[in-house]
């Protein structure tokens, strides 16, 4: 399975995470889904409210209720989360794995040099599968 990241939205993830630094940064995935996997078209940034953003991150209740609104309304579908790790790989933490609370979200972890997305999977080891993150302008859905 493929995930097709537009630029804006690669865009805002990487400002929110660089803004954010040496915090955790958060925000939602919205797009459109497929046979042949998920089209990101646009990245909201939304406010971390965990104790210790430094370390982990909680996406802002609020931000979150607003896009499920937006979506019932006719906006774009919310496809997953994306964060933050402000130091080390783009791999998912315990407390990610932890976090979790809609099995078909995709997962997108950004560092300072790079970034992966990933989908709940409890037949890996890890209880995720990593996916194929294209630039949109690699092919389409």
């Known amino acids: 399975m493929r995930v ?3 630029r804006g939205a690669r865009l ?3 400002r929110a995470a660089a803004l954010a630094h040496p915090h955790e940064a958060c925000g939602l995935l919205l797009g459109d889904r497929a046979a042949e996997g998920w089209r990101v078209r ?3 940034v939304g406010a971390n409210v965990a104790a210790e953003p430094h370390r982990r991150f909680e996406l802002d209740p609020g931000h ?5 609104r ?5 906006g774009p579908a919310i496809l997953g ?7 080390g790989a783009p791999t998912l933490s315990e407390a990610d794995r932890a976090g979790v609370t809609d099995p078909g979200w995709l997962w997108l972890v950004v560092t ?3 970034m992966a997305v990933f989908l709940p999977d409890p037949e890996q080891a ?3 599968r990593p996916l194929l993150l294209l630039p949109e302008d690699a092919g389409s859905v």
């Open 126 to 128: 890890s209880g995720f």
């Open 4 to 6: 097709w990241l537009a």
């Open 81 to 87: 989360v994306w964060h933050s790790h402000p130091s």
């Open 64 to 68: 979150l209720f607003a896009a499920w």
């Open 42 to 44: 646009w990245a909201s």
């Open 70 to 74: 937006a979506a019932r309304a006719g």
């Open 12 to 14: 805002a993830i990487t």
């Open 112 to 114: 300072p040099e790079d």
